[in-house]
């Protein structure tokens, strides 16, 4: 199933590069002359002096620091943005052959053909979503002016179990490499750890100071993000003491209007010393995130709910959400869930297994 998909790859690959057409002929690439393969983000650098002229203006050189920081700090955006691409793809490429191999592996040891093999795995893994969980699942997607669910509930299941399948393939694949004996040594391209703070108000689990700190933006409306919270509660109980986790709110205000409110709320219950279990209510119950469905939340785990209340209503955390959010825009996080692993980026809803390994690699340097 993964070879036979190779060919269709390589045509997507050749008609989203930046080129006048998408064309199946093969280009001989052109090699530099002398030329040597960076092998960090800062070799790859066209960084020029600040006092490099880059025009003139009715006869007045203009310098690069003329251009201010917004242009520099764009430019090194962009450079980061290149090398963790670069570092992106190879891994990707790398971990397609490997899992390739394995499942030819695990294929021949079963009798069957690799595609048979991937089918009965998947099968196995196949769950049917119950109508809470339909619900749930089409509540935190549609839009204001959404049809009721019985119009579209065939629509949705197709959607949720089109996902899930996903999930169980990324999960099985993970395994299958985690149980691998390889040995990577790809050149470490990746542009440097940024400085992912972790403010006081910010949710926090483990020890502070630890050799690793995992930190989330996350949207409490987003059903990724539900996901994804369950596997942080799995890595925090798998790696204790050893690594600190921190939350941070990235509420998509645009898409869900009900983000805003839960992450001030789950503020709001931090104060009262119930940050993280209001974090799971809200989670488990993001059907339901209304202003009163969320005082019962907190009445049901014994929060003040006046204080909550008067929390929320008068914006008490509304500035530390506001804060959350800047941070996450000044470090171009861009969708939820994100996390960053001792300052490197995991984007585009990482696996639990994905963030275990950068996990593990941290622990071992």
């Not at 694949?173 to 403010?199: M, T």
């Not at 974090?279 to 709910?305: N, T």
Request: aromatic residues 6%; hydrophobic residues 40%.
């Amino acid at each position: 199933m993964i070879k036979a998909l190779r060919p269709a790859l390589a045509v997507a690959a050749l008609c989203l590069a930046p080129v006048a057409g998408c064309t199946t002929t093969e280009r001989k690439p052109v090699a530099a002359p002398h030329a040597r393969a960076a092998t960090t983000c800062a070799e790859a650098s066209l960084a020029l002096a600040p006092d490099t002229v880059v025009g003139a203006l009715d006869g007045v050189a203009v310098k690069l620091s003329d251009l201010g920081d917004e242009a520099r700090r764009a430019e090194e955006k962009a450079l980061w943005e290149y090398c963790d691409a670069v570092y992106a793809m190879r891994s990707r490429a790398l971990d397609g052959y490997v899992t390739e191999q394995l499942v030819n592996k695990a294929a021949a040891g079963a009798g069957v053909e690799p595609d048979a093999w991937v089918r009965g795995e998947l099968e196995k893994r196949a769950t049917v979503p119950t109508d809470a969980e339909i619900q749930a699942f089409y509540d935190s997607i549609k839009p204001p002016d959404a049809p009721p669910l019985e119009v579209v509930k065939q629509r949705v299941v197709m959607m949720m179990q089109q996902q899930r399948a996903e999930d169980s393939a990324r999960a099985l694949f993970d395994e299958l490499r985690a149980g691998a004996k390889l040995e990577r040594s790809l050149p470490d391209v990746r542009s440097p750890p940024r400085n992912v703070d972790l403010p006081a108000w910010a949710g926090k689990k483990g020890a502070a100071g630890a050799k690793v700190r995992v930190v989330e933006f996350a949207d409490y409306q987003c059903p990724y993000c539900s996901r994804a919270a369950d596997a942080m509660r799995a890595l925090a109980k798998r790696y204790g003491d050893r690594v600190e986790f921190g939350y941070r709110n990235f509420p998509l205000r645009s898409i869900h209007p009900d983000a805003d409110r839960a992450a001030q709320a789950a503020q709001c219950a931090g104060r009262q010393g119930k940050f993280w279990e209001m974090h799971d209510q809200l989670y488990a119950s993001q059907h339901s995130l209304d202003a009163e469905s969320i005082m019962a939340h907190g009445k049901a785990l014994g929060l003040d709910v006046e204080k909550l209340q008067g929390c929320i209503e008068k914006g008490e955390t509304a500035a530390e959400v506001e804060a959350d959010l800047k941070e996450a825009t000044d470090l171009g996080i861009e969708g939820t869930p994100s996390f960053f692993v001792n300052g490197r980026p995991h984007l585009g809803n990482p696996s639990e297994e994905a963030l275990a390994a950068a996990i593990d690699a941290e622990l071992a340097r």
